[in-house]
């Protein structure tokens, strides 16, 4: 009997992990196949940083990641996904190095999605006019153009649209979210507010940060939001909740849902999240097109699917670190099913964030308040903003395989300089 075939649909964060972690979980007893349109990933979580050091993101945060799959004698296909077949267990996709191409079909033993999700930005009136947003290197650089060519000193909007988060009865019971995820909008206040002063071009009283739901980065939990909110409003931050999202962008600012509006020069924005369209309608998905899973990532009636990272309805807010956690679960329960017998505890979901505040200051947070359990630790100072750092250089030295999150360094270390 030959080796099981599993086929892994995208390879960014989570799919990238998840092949990586299947190889090292079922050893030789499985063939690994991974499809992504493009064969890089763009570390997106370090954009700002980069945009407010006045450089072009793309320079640096395009990362290759073919030879880790060659090291461990997995497949790469450069391909669009088409369609997914989960009664006759196919994929059908498109070969994209070169326009012309006609469709190919694969079969699979073990599918895993990893495929991420839409950013809807086509969604929001006015956005391609007169938003920007950080979400990819191309976008951050017209960010950094605007900033260094442009930009007025005027008011600066920073927040989310409202996300639609799918429902299925199949699904376990999870939080509802009404921002896909509101760490890079917190991030962006307090770096933009360092760059601003930096600058000579004013503070955090010239921005306003918005949400659609009763508070911001409410994921976080109380506990850390309790410490969180008083610096934001004495480092005078606006501050706008409640908005039910963006109706639409002007030049002057911003309309939102619930008939209020925001004059600003500058419009941070980030869009609802979305399924991809091929994915909508499956046998698998919730009724917004995600892939309904069980706490072991794994769907209830097509047991050899899996989904890990923002493809998996459960992944909610839509963060690295939750899909990180489901690679290492999916990666296990593969294992077991090739004869390499593993202990696999289900989906215990979390945030594990770190942000830029400028200036080499950064802010950690670790909870999981928000889905009731007791972990509620923030962190402020220079400590978080070298493990940002020193994250990114360990993803690129182990290509996406990096060890469990565990509880990070800074919780050990007495840092804590404010802003």
Not at 59 to 74: G, I, Q
Not at 96 to 111: F, M, V
Not at 177 to 189: K, T
Request: aromatic letters at 12%; a negative charge; glycine letters at 10%.
């Amino acid at each position: 009997m030959g080796k099981k075939h599993v086929l892994v649909l995208g390879c960014n964060f989570a799919g990238l992990t998840v092949a990586r972690f299947i190889r090292e979980q079922a050893k030789d007893n499985v063939k690994i196949t991974v499809i992504d349109r493009k064969n890089y990933i763009n570390f997106i979580p370090n954009i700002p940083i980069e945009v407010f050091n006045g450089h072009n993101p793309a320079d640096n945060l395009e990362f290759m990641f073919e030879k880790f799959l060659k090291h461990d004698k997995s497949e790469f296909i450069q391909g669009e996904i088409e369609e997914i077949d989960p009664v006759n267990r196919s994929v059908t996709y498109k070969p994209n190095e070169r326009d012309g191409s006609p469709s190919e079909k694969i079969s699979y033993d073990y599918l895993v999605i990893a495929l991420g999700a839409r950013l809807a930005y086509d969604k929001i009136e006015g956005f391609e006019e007169y938003g920007h947003t950080f979400s990819d290197t191309f976008y951050g650089n017209k960010v950094r153009e605007y900033l260094y060519n442009e930009y007025k000193g005027g008011p600066i909007a920073i927040g989310s649209d409202r996300f639609i988060q799918g429902k299925s009865p199949k699904l376990p019971k999870i939080p509802v979210a009404l921002a896909a995820c509101e760490g890079p909008p917190v991030e962006l206040g307090f770096s933009f507010a360092d760059w601003l002063k930096r600058h000579k071009l004013g503070d955090a009283k010239i921005i306003t940060l918005f949400t659609p739901a009763k508070t911001i980065a409410e994921d976080a939990g109380k506990k850390i939001l309790n410490q969180l909110l008083p610096i934001v409003n004495n480092m005078g931050f606006g501050y706008i909740n409640d908005t039910v999202g963006i109706k639409r962008i002007y030049k002057e600012g911003i309309e939102f849902r619930n008939g209020n509006s925001l004059e600003a020069e500058l419009k941070i924005v980030f869009p609802n999240w979305e399924a991809h369209e091929f994915m909508k309608g499956l046998p698998i998905v919730d009724d917004q097109g995600f892939v309904v899973t069980d706490l072991y990532m794994r769907n209830p009636d097509y047991p050899e699917i899996f989904a890990v990272g923002d493809a998996a309805s459960l992944t909610v807010p839509k963060l690295g670190a939750i899909g990180h956690m489901q690679a290492e679960i999916v990666s296990k329960m593969i294992a077991n099913e090739v004869g390499e017998k593993k202990d696999v505890d289900p989906l215990n979901p979390m945030v594990v964030c770190f942000g830029d505040m400028g200036s080499h200051k950064g802010f950690y947070m670790h909870t999981n308040e928000w889905w009731g359990g007791d972990i509620s630790v923030l962190k402020m100072g220079y400590t978080p903003y070298l493990l940002k750092m020193g994250f990114k250089n360990m993803y690129y030295t182990l290509g996406g395989k990096v060890p469990s999150w565990g509880i990070p360094l800074s919780e050990f270390v007495a840092d804590h300089t404010l802003v």
